[in-house]
């Protein structure tokens, strides 16, 4: 994930190897002994992929994609922040489940017993079952292209509406993006800190869509400390600059524990592009999140406000299942919910999970 200006620092970092290095060659006068130094260690130069395209983010052993702190256990437990860390054994599946009646409105005094999990087709055993707020490690990932430009500060005030109407003990990122990617400001409850990177307007270039969300989560969102983790991604057109596909996109986010995706495509009436919407859609819906597309930019802050009522309202499920993880495999997840004195009751959460692998930004294994 590249910071703001890191071409800069990288090439000064550079530079003062080089001059190390040289200084290192210089050989002694003679009859003067050579003074020691201690030795120190240089931070390895940033590498920039081709076409000035920012690096992919480095891979991380598998042995490293569960909290130094992780327990067993289907347990809440408090972080030393004051947050809460929600600890589970590795071979558990953690859902965030919606619920909704036939007029889409939530149901939210459901009970365990209403809950059926079906993991390839047969019911799996719930470990965990509960329904509280709790707080979300969350990504927010704004378009910063050129066509942006008449919407980005909206856009920015909707996103800083989300995080106050959120639950006060979420942890925030922010990643602007055009043609790269950019972390304007890493994990922080600070809403001065998350406003002056939203405030970061550059609007140019194109759209890196795709590498933008591939690169949150595996830089940033993949690692944190709360369990429970969101991307909310806001576009204006269909990605035309990424190295990655949407399929790769989807394929690395779809793992255990992965992010619920929030979208909101901001893609006028007379030219929005079918592929910007199935893109949306696809990584919202695989990962149990809504794809939004308000008509215009002043729809985007009440939308923000409703997101943000979606993720303080699910229930959080655990469960074990039947068929190791460590037999891989895609799993396909399904919700049943039935409750006496509701009609048609409808779960939304993720769609399925690459059991026991983790996934790099190239999309491999």
Known sequence: MLLRNSKTIVFLAFAAFLCIVLSAQVTPEPNQPAQTQPAQSQPAPATQAPNGQAPAPAQVPADQSQPADAAPGGDQGKADAGGFVFKKQVDEVSLHVTVVDKDRKMVTNLDKDSFSVLENGKVQPIKSFRHEDIPVAMGIVIDNSGSMRDKREKVGKAALNLVKSSNPNDEVFVVNFNDDYYLDQDFTSDIKKLK?????????????????????????????????????????????????????AVELLQVDNGPT??????????????????????????????????????????????????????YSIVYKPTVPQSQGGYRTIQIDVKAKGYGKLTARTRSGYYAGQLRTASGTQ
């Not at 869509?209 to 595996?218: E, G, H, K, S, V």
């Not at 983790?229 to 190295?243: I, P, Q, Y």
């Not at 009440?302 to 009522?309: H, K, L, M, N, Y």
């Open 261 to 314: 995706i929030y979208a909101i495509g901001i893609l006028s009436d007379e030219d929005r592009p079918k592929r910007a919407k199935r893109a949306l859609e696809t990584l919202s819906e695989r990962t149990g999140g809504i794809a939004f597309f308000p008509r215009t930019v002043d729809e985007v802050d009440e939308i923000s406000r409703t997101v943000a009522r979606d993720i303080r309202n699910q």
């Open 196 to 248: 002056e990177a939203l405030d970061k307007i550059d609007t140019k270039g194109g759209t890196a869509l795709y590498d933008a969300i591939m690169a949150a989560w595996d830089s940033e969102l993949k690692n944190a400390k709360l369990q429970k983790k969101v991307l909310f991604v806001v576009t204006d057109g269909a990605d035309d600059e990424s190295r990655n596909s949407l399929e790769q």
